[in-house]
């Protein structure tokens, strides 16, 4: 080769490699201010996957949305709310089709516009209340869930083998879970964490164990450990359920109880049933935190629509069906719910919804339901006499 | 909550247990508030336990409480109704320990007499650390 073939040929790959360069950084990446109608928002990863499937209705709208998200963290946001910190560097949000895309936030950086959580915000380092004008509304419940790898024996886990196990490491002797590099954790700013420690009375910031930063990467780490038998991990259960063919779930049995009960009423069932019904104790609502005027209204429209769609304060448009895209992500509407608390792993109490909707619930959860179908309340019995969702349900 | 009176709930509670049988029941309609759950098969092999179980749980509660710092709000909600309900209706505890009246309180709820299928850690056998008492020690 000649060398001004060599000169040009070396120009060429460098300009490649630079092109790649830029390509990995994320330079050519939208930026987010330019699409449509955006609302900006951060928290946990346990609430990626709902707002995945919300993002992708909102992009679908006649007049588009876009449902921005950043999740470093459940408390790294709840703070960024109360403080007003802006985000910077990129952020996800959801095209039509439901692809996950990356965006460049303003390099002033942008003021978030909701945040989410799976925690009260109070359980949050170095938050003692919300400041006024900032209100916490309650969207569905999920579910906190300890797992091990589908290769593990183990079917079920207390309240005190979860205190050895994440407070003690290898010295709780809590076999099998005795190798502190396949026990994995998160840190003090988790959701996860967070009631785990809560329940267990282990201080967030002394768990045991290898902090895997999110929801996603638990369960991947869990799943991949080369001693199956003494793998565990935590995170929220549509995570978890959404890779069930890699991780399982395990029974807990909170203290006071005899025996250990899975979220569902069986181990491979998707019902939810023993949350519903409060045999199975951890599970939190979700939170979104969002600005609010002096009447408690949250001011920026965006967000007050589809947080209202979540409460039920606004009905959705009718294509955005919330109540399905909650139930299809492994979360429960507080109208499916049959206890309440009133606050994170407080007291239960019997919970009966002004307009449930159990019956729908267990119908796109199961794909079957022992509840009669209705088109309207004539052609249900009295023992349920109001037909809500196409289905009878007692009130 | 003292030592002395949960060993008093306790014992009444295992009285209890001897003196009754739960009755099986229907299945709560999926629509309805929670009323009350079947107790079967399903959970029949934690009767065998069922002794032990509840003054070992009683007594875990109260360890735990001591044990824990104050920030777990959820088991001292569980110790405060576990002795209110043992207190208020002996003749509730059926097979296994389990509740079995319409529960109305948190601990009725999480205790109740159920179908639902469940699995069972046993905390006495697989947890050398845990004090003779069956509480829990201080983390290091």
Redesign the interface.
């Known amino acids: 080769m000649r060398t001004r073939d060599f000169v040009a040929v070396r120009r060429a790959a460098a300009a490649a490699a630079l092109a790649c360069a830029l390509a990995a950084n994320n330079a050519w990446a939208v930026d987010c201010n330019t699409l449509p109608s955006p609302v900006y928002g951060i928290g946990g990863s346990a609430q990626k996957p709902l707002l995945a499937r919300l993002g992708a209705r909102m992009a679908a709208l006649a007049a588009p949305r876009t449902l921005i998200y950043q999740a470093p963290g459940a408390c790294l946001g709840t703070n960024a709310i109360i403080n007003n910190t802006r985000l910077t560097g990129t952020a996800s949000y959801w095209t039509a089709a439901g692809a996950e895309q990356t965006c460049d936030l303003p390099v002033a950086g942008q003021a978030p516009d909701y945040a989410s959580s799976g925690t009260q915000a109070t359980l949050c380092p170095g938050v003692t209340a919300l400041p006024s004008g900032l209100g916490d509304f309650e969207g569905p419940v999920t579910t906190w869930n300890f797992f091990v790898p589908v290769a593990s024996s183990q079917?079920?886990?207390?309240?005190?083998?979860a205190?050895?196990v994440y407070?003690?490491g290898r010295?709780?002797?809590?076999?099998p879970w005795t190798d502190e590099a396949a026990i994995i954790r998160r840190d003090a700013n988790s959701a996860a964490q967070i009631i785990v420690g809560?329940?267990?009375?282990?201080?967030t910031e002394?768990f045991r164990g290898v902090d895997a930063m999110t929801n996603g990467r638990s369960i991947s780490l869990v799943a991949m450990a080369t001693n199956a038998q003494a793998a565990i991990g935590f995170a929220s259960g549509e995570n978890v359920d959404a890779n069930r063919a890699t991780v399982r779930t395990?029974?807990f049995?909170?203290?006071?109880?005899?025996?250990?009960?899975?979220p569902d009423?069986?181990?491979t069932a998707f019902d939810k049933?023993?949350v519903r019904?409060?045999?199975y104790?951890l599970w939190t609502t979700t939170h979104f935190f969002a600005r609010t005027d002096s009447t408690g209204t949250i001011t920026n429209p965006l967000v007050r629509d589809f947080v209202g769609w979540f409460t039920g304060a606004i009905a959705p448009p009718a294509a955005v069906p919330i109540l399905d895209l909650t139930i299809q992500n492994g979360n429960i509407p507080r109208c499916a719910m049959?206890?309440s608390r009133t606050?994170d792993?407080?007291?239960?109490?019997?919970?009966?919804p002004d307009a449930?909707c159990?019956?729908y619930f267990?119908r796109v959860a199961t794909g079957a339901?022992?509840?009669a179908a209705c088109t309207d309340s004539a052609a249900c019995p009295t023992?349920?006499p109001v037909c809500r969702h196409g289905?009878?349900?007692?009130n | 909550m003292n030592g002395s009176t949960l060993r008093r709930l306790a014992l009444a509670s295992l009285l209890a247990l001897a003196a009754c049988k739960s009755t099986p029941e229907e299945a709560p309609s999926d629509s309805g508030p929670i009323v009350r759950d079947a107790q079967t098969d399903a959970t029949a092999d934690v009767a065998a336990d069922a002794t032990a179980d509840v003054a070992a749980d009683v007594t875990n509660d109260v360890t735990a409480d001591v044990t824990n710092d104050a920030s777990n709000d959820a088991t001292n909600d569980v110790t405060t109704d576990a002795g209110a309900d043992a207190a208020a209706d002996a003749s509730c505890v059926g097979d296994g320990g389990c509740y079995a009246c319409p529960p109305t309180t948190s601990t009725q709820i999480i205790t109740r007499c159920t179908a639902a299928s469940c699995a069972r850690f046993d905390n006495a056998a697989r947890l050398p650390r845990l004090l003779a008492d069956g509480g829990l020690p201080a983390l290091p």
């Open positions: 079917q079920s886990i207390s309240t005190e083998a205190y050895f407070g003690f010295d709780g002797m809590a076999a809560l329940e267990t009375g282990v201080p002394r395990l029974a049995q909170h203290t006071g109880q005899t025996c250990g009960y899975w009423a069986t181990a049933r023993n019904d409060g045999l104790w049959r206890v606050r792993l407080g007291a239960l109490a019997s919970f009966a449930p159990g019956c267990e339901t022992t509840c023992s349920a289905y009878c349900e007692v």
